[in-house]
Nanobody
Framework: QVQLVESGGGLVQAGGSLRLSCAASGSIVSINAMGWYRQAPGKQREFVAQITSGGTTNYAASVKGRFTISRDNTKNTVYLQMSSLKPEDTAVYYC???????????????WGQGSQVTVSS
């Protein structure tokens, strides 16, 4: 069974920075892609950023140039460095792992529990 555990959310003032981490555990051999989504109150969950096992990154237009995604394949961990935060970045941020190869199985996808990020004006 694969689990994703997030950490690093919190409250920050506009213009500040936060770093989210997400560690995947289980009998994992490799993960095709890891990423972040977010859901603001009353809104649908939206894509934020993704990184492949080879390091190719993709960002939502709303965060490009402010957020940086990275990963440590040896630790099955993905990070999201968020800078120049705005009140509209306030949301619950969810970690996602897509295409998880374990020693015994293939898991299509898995989600973290969510981490609250609040940006005050």
């Amino acid at each position: 069974q694969v689990q994703l555990v997030e950490s690093g959310g919190g409250l920050v003032q506009a213009g500040g920075s936060l770093r989210l981490s997400c560690a995947a555990s289980g009998s994992i051999v490799s993960i095709n892609a890891m990423g972040w989504y977010r859901q603001a109150p009353g809104k649908q969950r939206e894509f934020v950023a993704q990184i492949t096992s080879g390091g190719t990154t993709n960002y939502a237009a709303s965060v490009k140039g402010r957020f940086t995604i990275s990963r440590d394949n040896t630790k099955n961990t993905v990070y999201l460095q968020m800078s120049s935060l705005k009140p509209e970045d306030t949301a619950v941020y969810y970690c996602n792992a897509d295409g998880i190869h374990t020693y015994t199985d293939f898991v299509r996808g898995s989600w973290g529990q969510g981490s609250q990020v609040t940006v005050s004006s």
